[in-house]
């Protein structure tokens, strides 16, 4: 009965692929996150989508596009990955924009080589 | 500049004996301020929410502090155990957008 899923658990790659991560949530909520997470622990929010709509863009590289094909899903694409790519991403979700309560999945750790 | 700051240095707690972690932010105004608990290759899990009107809040054995004079939150953990080890991250509302603005967390090691 997992709440928020992730696949892959691990992505290890070359640089310069294309790769693709997929997170669904079983909630109901309306809407989902993107966070990175780098090696120093801090949990950078990349984006947000509310009844797959985009509703936060950080400054991201345009090598991510996130794809959200109805409000259970929000899958992330990352083009010709580089080095300082490789950090662990998290999908999360909440009932509403403004709910704070936020539920994470348990993460996909990309490392690129 | 905005900063949430959490100690970077591990905390290591007798178990039975209260644990206490601090947060501490500059240049923000937080209508809520959240705490979270992330085990190693676990996403964070919600645990407590306080409110910019609220200076405490309570969860069996949890509790939280919210002073914005200080601009500070302590987050207790009474009675600990070896299982309340975990890292532990503060996470503030900053805007408008509802966003959330997280601290790097701290690790608390509880020995038995």
């Known amino acids: 009965d997992t709440a928020v899923s992730q696949t892959p658990k691990y992505l290890v790659t070359q640089m310069g692929n294309d790769k693709s991560i997929k997170c669904e949530q079983n909630?109901?909520?309306?809407?989902m996150y993107w966070y990175k997470q780098d090696s120093k622990k801090f949990l950078k929010i990349m984006f947000s989508y509310n009844n797959k709509e985009l509703i936060i863009n950080e400054t991201v590289p345009n090598r991510f596009s996130p794809k959200s094909p109805d409000k259970a899903h929000l899958n992330l694409h990352i083009n010709s990955l580089e080095l300082g790519d490789s950090a662990v991403y998290f999908c999360?979700?909440?009932?509403?924009?403004?709910?704070?309560?936020?539920?994470f999945g348990p993460g996909t750790r990309l490392t690129v080589l | 500049s905005q900063k949430i700051e959490q100690n970077s240095e591990a905390l290591n707690i007798q178990e039975g004996k209260t644990a206490t972690l601090t947060c501490n932010y500059t240049?923000?105004?937080?209508?809520?301020l959240q705490w979270y608990r992330q085990d190693p290759g676990r996403g964070p899990v919600f645990l407590l929410l306080?409110?910019?009107n609220e200076k405490e809040k309570r969860k069996e054995r949890l509790k939280v502090t919210f002073d914005t004079t200080l601009k500070q939150s302590l987050f207790h953990i009474t009675a600990s155990q070896p299982a309340d080890s975990a890292t532990y991250l503060c996470?503030?509302?900053?805007?408008?957008?509802?966003?959330?603005?997280w601290g790097a967390g701290t690790k608390l090691i509880i020995k038995p």
């Open positions: 306080i409110r910019e």
């Open positions: 996470a503030l509302v900053a805007d408008s957008n509802y966003q959330l603005i």
């Open positions: 999360a979700s909440s009932q509403q924009s403004t709910a704070p309560e936020q539920f």
């Open positions: 240049n923000y105004s937080p209508a809520y």
């Open positions: 909630l109901g909520h309306d809407t």
